[in-house]
Structures are given as structure tokens and as C-alpha cells.
């Protein structure tokens, strides 16, 4: 029976050396699904993509895709995974046309097969005009498009895209994402990397968190933006200019300030004592708030906050 799981891992740990890049790592990922592995530099998103396609060796765990345990099933996996490197693999000197055809030859296609199936990427990829340019003579973002169509040549199920819109002009990142959701529809599961939390909360149905190679959390965005409601944030207008974050972080009950859009978004320990608060603050000033609202924790804030947690953790452990 084909399993509905595109990805399972199950107790993943990868040591190097002394270095513990992944501890204990545990999810699955729906066929059909696009699933954010997000964390910080270092947090071990590319040793996991590494091992989950079969390029390192995990030193403890279960790791399968479509059924299949990586290590021991290697070219049944292989052939149902299509992996996008944050650096392309291909050559700069052949054409786009040419890189696709010799990545379908990698792949064992029938020449037949690998002509149409280029064309035919070429085409979904809107470089149907650059068939014939040297992928070394792409911009950046074409580059990219080139590198994601190089990996679908074989119809994998499952693609891994590491940081795909890193790097790019806004347009370029957009065009992209709507490339990536393409794919989704069409079929594909996407475990994508990315530092843009923006981009993983509109592209996927769930994000996991690692932290320093351990789950901090995984779930819908909303789940953990709820996962984080405890975390107070008010934004705050004042009559007059505030300047300095400092100021207002003299208040005990602000534990934060940043501007934000005109207005100050601060993370306070407790709504009604940080108000009472700034209401002194103001007077002594002689400003007035002319708004204060309540703020929903974004992605980004509950990131921020996994991330304190995280490192908050690591420093306690002697
Ligand atoms: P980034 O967002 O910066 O790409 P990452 O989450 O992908 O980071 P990894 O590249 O998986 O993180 O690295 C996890 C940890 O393992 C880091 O501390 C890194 O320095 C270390 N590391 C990665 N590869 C090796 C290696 N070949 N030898 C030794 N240490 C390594």
C-alpha cells in the first residue's frame, strides 16, 4: 500500500565530531503537503536535507521517504526526490536547455522522454527564450528557476528546496513562490528552507522549528502564533516623537521597544500595568498616546520567541 506520508523521521540524530548538528529529531510531512523547516543559522536544516536525500549518513533514527528507509532503499528514494541546493549544481557553460537534458540523462530518461520533458520545464518556467544562453549568463533569479526545473526533470514526489528565494528581487522571490505553489498543485510535496518567515506562512500548510538541532515546535502557523499568546505586544502611537527605545524601556512593564510603521511595537510583561505605565511616561514627557492596540503575535514574533526559549535552555545545560 502506498503511504500517505511523503517524509517520516523518526528519533534523528547526526553528530560531527564533538558538534551535536541534530538531536533527536522527529516529524512527518503529508504527501501533497508544503512544510517549512525553519530555525537559525546553524540550526541543521541542510544536514537534515542531506541525509533525507541520502547524500550523509544519520548516526541514530529512521528516516523514510514514500515508505522507503533512505539509507537502505537509496535508489528507490532517489528517484522520487528532486533536491534544489541553496548553490546551483549546474554547469555554466551549457545551455539551459542542454543542463536539463544532461540532468534527465543523470536520471536515466529515455532521450525521447528527456527532450520533452525539457522543453516542456523550459516552457513552465517561462525561459523558453533562454534555451539556447549559457546557465553561467542567467541573472540570479532565472538561475534559480533554471535549478528548480533541473530538479523536477525525473517527476519526483517529493522536492527539497533549500532557501529558493534567497537572495532575489522582490519580483523575482513572488514569481517564484507562485512557481513553487504550481508544483504543489500539480502534485509535488515541498520541504522548503527559508529565513523568510513571510514566505513560510503564506507557502505552507505546517512549519517546524528547530533550534540548535532540536524541535523547538511544529504546527499550523496559527497554532503557533497561539503557542506564543502569551507573549504581550501593544503597539503604541504618541503625539510627539519618542526617539529612543530606551526611553520607553525604562518602563518596567516594557520589556522591548522597536518602531514599526510610525508607531512603537513593544513586548511588555502585562497589558494593564505597562498602559498605566506609558500613560506616566507620556505626562512626564507632555505627549499624549493618541493610539494603543493590542498586536497578534506573527510567525516572526513566535520564531523570535522559540528562539530566546531555545538559547535560554542551551545557557541553563552546564
Ligand atoms: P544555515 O541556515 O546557516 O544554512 P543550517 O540550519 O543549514 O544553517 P547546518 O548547515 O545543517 O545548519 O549546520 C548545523 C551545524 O553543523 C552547524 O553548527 C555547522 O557549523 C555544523 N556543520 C555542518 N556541516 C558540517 C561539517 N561537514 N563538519 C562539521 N560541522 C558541520
Not at 168 to 184: F, G, K, Q
Amino acid at each position: 500500500m502506498e503511504s500517505i506520508l511523503a517524509i517520516a523521521v523518526s528519533g534523528l540524530s547526526k553528530n560531527y565530531g564533538s558538534l551535536e548538528a541534530l538531536s533527536e529529531v522527529s516529524f512527518s510531512v503529508r504527501r501533497g503537503e508544503i512544510f517549512a523547516y525553519l530555525g537559525p543559522n546553524g540550526a541543521g536544516k541542510t544536514t537534515t536535507i542531506r541525509i533525507l536525500s541520502g547524500l550523509l549518513k544519520r548516526d541514530a533514527g529512521e528516516v523514510s521517504i514514500c515508505g522507503a528507509d533512505v539509507a537502505s532503499d537509496p535508489v528507490f528514494v532517489k528517484e522520487r526526490i528532486g533536491v534544489v541546493p541553496d548553490e546551483s549544481n549546474l554547469y555554466p557553460e551549457l545551455t539551459c536547455r542542454r543542463n536539463l537534458e544532461y540532468m534527465g540523462e543523470l536520471y536515466g530518461l529515455p532521450r525521447a522522454r528527456r527532450k520533452s520533458q525539457a522543453e516542456e520545464l523550459l516552457s513552465f518556467f517561462d525561459l523558453n527564450g533562454r534555451a539556447t544562453t549559457p546557465f553561467g549568463a542567467l541573472s540570479k533569479g532565472l538561475k534559480r528557476r533554471l535549478t528548480i526545473a533541473a530538479a523536477l526533470m525525473h517527476d519526483p514526489e517529493v522536492v527539497f528546496l533549500d532557501e529558493p528565494t534567497s537572495g532575489l528581487d522582490v519580483p523575482s522571490a513572488r514569481a517564484l513562490r507562485e512557481l513553487i505553489r504550481t508544483i504543489n498543485h500539480q502534485g509535488a510535496t515541498v520541504f522548503l528552507t527559508t529565513h523568510n518567515l513571510h514566505e513560510a506562512e503564506a507557502l505552507s500548510q505546517r512549519v517546524l522549528i528547530l533550534i540548535k538541532g532540536r524541535v523547538a515546535t511544529l504546527g499550523t502557523p496559527g497554532e503557533i502564533r497561539q503557542r506564543v499568546q502569551n507573549l504581550n505586544l501593544l503597539s503604541v502611537t504618541f503625539s510627539a516623537g519618542i526617539e529612543a527605545a530606551p526611553l520607553l524601556e525604562a518602563c518596567p512593564a516594557v520589556l522591548q521597544a522597536s518602531p514599526q510603521n510610525g508607531a512603537w511595537r513593544l513586548e511588555v510583561t502585562e497589558a494593564q500595568a505597562a498602559l498605566e505605565q506609558l500613560l506616566a511616561f507620556a505626562g512626564g514627557e507632555g505627549v499624549r498616546i493618541s493610539e494603543i492596540n493590542t498586536i497578534t503575535a506573527s510567525l516572526e514574533d513566535a520564531f523570535m520567541s522559540f528562539l530566546k526559549e531555545g538559547e535560554a535552555k542551551t545557557e541553563a545545560t552546564p
